[in-house]
């Protein structure tokens, strides 16, 4: 059974950092594209940032500079490390496993399609 889980999130203020962590179960995480996405209130999910099997990364513009996305294949594991967050950063975090192994994420990713394995997602709020 595929589960992904997702921890980290919190309150922090303006300028501090945060670490997300996603915890694959029931397949192997080197096979596939992973993403985050995020949905704040009253907005729609929001593609942040993708990372393929070989290490590359597509980040949408709101995240490029300040997020980094990581992976860790031997511990099933996918990362976000946000830095320098702002108020406008608030949203529930979800990580995403693509839907085929071995296929690269499409330049339409953000529409969340690829995906088909979402977490249960892990609220983030910053204060200004």
């Known amino acids: 059974q595929v589960q992904l889980a997702e921890s980290g999130g919190g309150p922090v203020q303006a300028g501090g950092s945060l670490k997300l962590s996603c915890v694959a179960s029931?397949?192997?995480?080197?096979?596939?594209?992973l993403a985050w996405f995020r949905q704040a209130p009253g907005k729609e999910r929001e593609g942040v940032v993708h990372?393929?099997?070989?290490?590359?990364?597509v980040y949408a513009d709101s995240a490029k500079g300040r997020f980094t996305i990581s992976r860790d294949n031997a511990k099933n594991t996918l990362y976000l490390q946000m830095n320098s967050l702002k108020p406008e950063d608030t949203a529930i975090y979800y990580c995403?496993?693509?839907?085929?192994?071995?296929?690269?994420?499409?330049?339409?990713?953000?529409?969340?399609?690829?995906?088909?394995?979402w977490g249960q997602g892990t609220q983030v709020t910053v204060s200004s």
């Open positions: 029931g397949y192997m995480q080197r096979s596939y594209c």
């Open positions: 995403a496993r693509h839907l085929s192994p071995y296929q690269g994420c499409s330049a339409s990713w953000k529409k969340g399609t690829d995906f088909g394995y």
């Open positions: 990372i393929n099997r070989d290490g590359s990364a």
